[in-house]
């Protein structure tokens, strides 16, 4: 790909990312207070201060760690797109591997960058296909979706999901698979409450799995295998 166009494509994509983010998250901090000045019953600033002291702080650090660990896989525009979109632990993330690997292209080049921001809108587009179409068929479909038949298979959606993706990548190097999922395992076996932090314990985890890959290459030249 021409240089200048990749470097005036960069460019514009972190304009546009920049603005929109800036708009959302000025949409998102301002909704409440608009609803409130509509319906007359301002949020209390003490209270929502207190509040985010509470929660803000845990998911200041998630969301750093989750910058950290997911701009690499995503690039400039499929990063922008997911942080302002959300649900990227559920959605964004396991649609932007899965097309990557359909691709076969690789982390930190420009063709995988163009792929994940495809995916990424593809999976926006979607979710707000089948929102929309929830919203419609909420009240006809209630019944079925609160049958105690399907209480259990909806509890096991994520699990599920995470357990069929993350096999295609433990069969191409179970020594670098297994050593962290057992750590992490006993981890939260012993401590119960790190369960709820899944996103703060992506970065010790991953930084095992780095060290480990790193200590297989020195010793074979290559970490498959």
């Known amino acids: ?3 200048e166009y990749l470097e005036k494509y960069n460019k514009g994509t972190h304009i546009i990312g920049r ?3 800036a708009v959302a998250l000025f949409m998102l901090v301002g909704a409440p207070f608009l609803i409130g000045k ?7 600033l003490s209270a929502v201060a207190k509040g985010f002291i509470s ?3 845990i998911w200041t650090i998630s969301s750093v760690v989750e910058f950290l660990v997911y701009t690499p896989m995503l690039g400039a525009g499929g990063g922008y797109l997911a942080f302002i ?9 396991p ?21 994940s921001t495809l995916s990424i809108a593809a999976s926006s587009l979607t979710t707000i296909v089948v929102l929309a179409l929830g919203v419609l ?9 609160q049958s105690e038949t399907l209480q259990p298979a909806f509890a096991n959606v994520v699990p599920a999901l995470f357990g069929a993706m993350a096999y295609q990548y433990f069969r191409k190097n179970l020594k670098l698979a297994v050593v962290p999922l057992v750590i992490m395992s006993i981890l939260f076996i012993l ?16 930084a095992i799995t780095i060290v480990l890959a790193y200590l297989i290459f020195k010793k074979k030249g290559s970490i498959e295998g």
């Open 55 to 57: 929660v803000g702080l």
């Open 19 to 21: 603005i929109v983010s």
């Open 95 to 115: 649609c932007a591997m899965n097309a990557k690997e359909m691709a076969g292209t690789k982390s930190g080049t420009t063709e995988n960058e163009i792929i």
């Open 1 to 3: 790909m021409n240089n």
């Open 38 to 44: 509509i319906i007359g019953g301002m949020p209390n």
């Open 85 to 93: 979109t959300g649900n990227l632990i559920n959605m964004k993330i």
């Open 137 to 145: 068929l909420l009240t006809p479909l209630q019944p079925v979706l």
């Open 191 to 206: 401590v119960p409450t790190l369960i709820s932090q899944t996103s703060i314990m992506i970065l010790p985890s991953g």
